[in-house]
């Protein structure tokens, strides 16, 4: 079956430091990606999302691109801010049993962005 | 704005007594699911429907159905909480058919559910 595996957190960095969370994925056919973020207290809210092989996703500062080769689509940001602070969950979509989509998510990594 | 709306957002309530969460959505569409996310976890889908169309999980318990009257509306019942089914429930929506590509789920606040 398809799964996620994301890297564990917490994560904790300085504000302006390079973000990267890695995702990596197994699927049988041919997956849509999403980054989705929640924020404390809150219900999942899409990032971004990459639908086909090289494609780039990005939003608010943050970028992923869907890597087949690697089966890979890793998060990144050039500067982190403290209203990043939250947990960030990689995911793909893909047809499930009966035709219908799917989604599986990576257990989620915590980001904590200090002053 | 379109949105998906859940109530409450806090419910407090027994072991062994039947408790319903609602969820609402203004977006109009065909799909709504039911995840279960305890703590530090990813979300678990229970169960979604596509129009009228139920489709349970094969691992959801029979402890959990869910009702939708209507596109707009969606309800989860668990008819006997136990201690183990304490945890946020999100409600999420999308709108695509049943071979279409993939589209992103727009997801409620969620009902965070505590059993005593």
């Known amino acids: 079956g398809n799964s996620v595996t994301q890297m564990e957190g917490p994560v904790t960095l300085s504000e302006e430091a390079f973000l990267t969370i890695n995702c990596t994925y197994t699927?049988?056919?041919?997956?849509?990606l999403f980054w989705y973020v929640q924020y404390p207290g809150e219900g999942l809210q899409l990032l971004l999302k990459?639908?086909?092989?090289?494609d780039k996703g990005s939003n608010k500062g943050f970028e992923a691109t869907y890597r087949k080769e690697t089966t890979s689509f890793h998060l990144e940001k050039g500067s982190v801010q403290v209203s990043d602070s939250a947990v960030y969950f990689c995911?793909?979509?893909?047809?499930?049993?009966?035709?219908?989509?799917?989604?599986?998510f990576g257990t989620g990594t915590k980001l904590q962005v200090i002053p | 704005d379109a949105m998906v709306i859940q109530n409450p957002r806090y419910q407090v309530t027994q072991f062994g007594k039947p408790v319903t969460l609602s969820c609402s959505q203004t977006?109009?569409?065909?799909?709504m699911y039911w995840y279960q996310q305890k703590s530090s976890q990813a979300p678990k889908l229970l169960f979604h429907?596509?129009?009228?169309?139920?489709?349970n999980e094969a691992d959801t318990p029979d402890n959990f159905q869910s009702r939708r009257p209507n596109t707009s509306f969606c309800f989860l019942d668990i008819r006997s909480p136990g201690l183990g089914d304490a945890a946020m429930y999100l409600c999420?929506?999308?709108?695509?058919?049943?071979?279409?590509?993939?589209?992103?789920?727009?997801f409620g606040p969620g009902t965070r559910l505590t059993v005593l």
């Open positions: 699927a049988t056919g041919y997956p849509s």
């Open positions: 429907y596509y129009d009228k169309d139920f489709n």
């Open positions: 990459a639908t086909k092989a090289d």
């Open positions: 977006l109009n569409h065909n799909v």
């Open positions: 999420a929506t999308s709108s695509l058919g049943p071979t279409s590509g993939a589209d992103e789920q727009f």
């Open positions: 995911a793909l979509s893909d047809q499930g049993s009966g035709g219908y989509q799917k989604v599986t």
